[in-house]
């Protein structure tokens, strides 16, 4: 298995373009996740998916957008890039199980610059 | 989730056993403890992850107090590549809500 895998590695925007990072997962996971971490800090939740076609937020959703049409892609858009949203990436999944606890499986990373 | 307290950093020598503190005085009865590090630029790696119970894999071993308000990772034999950020976080376990809120954690640095 491949794991998580996202891409692109690193990319720079201007101010006011957009984008889509992509993550993908391999290992049939019900749940993904979208975090982003801000230098010296720890990981924030943008939005995460419980399965395919259904999304929510989490803490810092704002300037953000997903979708989760197949069980293996969740990307996440960046509409109008702004300095505030330079950060590192990190898209995460976990497979469900009920009680118990769970580990989550993380990609490793997307480095994002916005000038 | 119950709020969780670590050290900002810690060292250790090489070869020798690395006892990581957190405290979660707010836990409740049905949140788990999560152990995970994150290695310079890497995403985060699970390792383990405990409800009362002492628990021990091959990467640690995880100690709760029996009031539950504290735990220790131990990192029994610590290697240079065990230098990363750790975080301990607190959550309930199953159900819908799989979110990990996590902090600033405890670098760990481990030292030749």
């Known amino acids: 298995n491949a794991g998580v895998t996202q891409t692109p590695k690193f990319r720079i925007l201007k101010i006011g373009q957009s984008m889509t990072l992509q993550c993908t997962q391999d290992m049939n996971h019900n749940y993904m996740y979208w975090y982003r971490q801000d230098p010296g800090m720890g990981l924030k939740l943008i939005y995460y998916?419980?399965?395919?076609?259904?999304?929510d937020k989490g803490e810092v959703p704002n300037g953000y957008n997903v979708s989760r049409s197949t069980t293996e892609d969740f990307p996440l858009r960046l509409e109008l890039a702004a300095p505030s949203q330079t950060s590192v990436y990190f898209c995460a999944s976990t497979l469900s199980r009920g009680q118990g606890g769970n580990e989550q499986f993380f990609g490793p990373g997307t480095r994002l610059t916005v000038l | 989730d119950a709020k969780t307290t670590q050290p900002p950093s810690m060292d250790c020598a090489e070869g020798r056993a690395a006892n990581l503190p957190c405290n979660h005085s707010?836990?409740?009865?049905?949140?788990?403890v999560y152990w995970y590090r994150q290695i310079h630029s890497q995403g985060p790696q699970y390792i383990i992850h405990?409800?009362?119970n002492n628990e021990t894999n091959e990467m640690a071993s995880l100690i709760i107090t029996e009031d539950r308000k504290s735990s220790t990772l131990i990192l029994p034999h610590a290697t240079l590549r065990d230098t990363a950020v750790y975080y301990c976080i607190v959550r309930v376990g199953g159900g819908s809500n799989y979110k990990l809120t996590f902090g600033k954690g405890t670098l760990l640095t481990v030292n030749p």
């Open positions: 998916s419980v399965g395919a076609g259904i999304t």
């Open positions: 707010t836990i409740s009865g049905n949140e788990y």
């Open positions: 405990g409800l009362k």
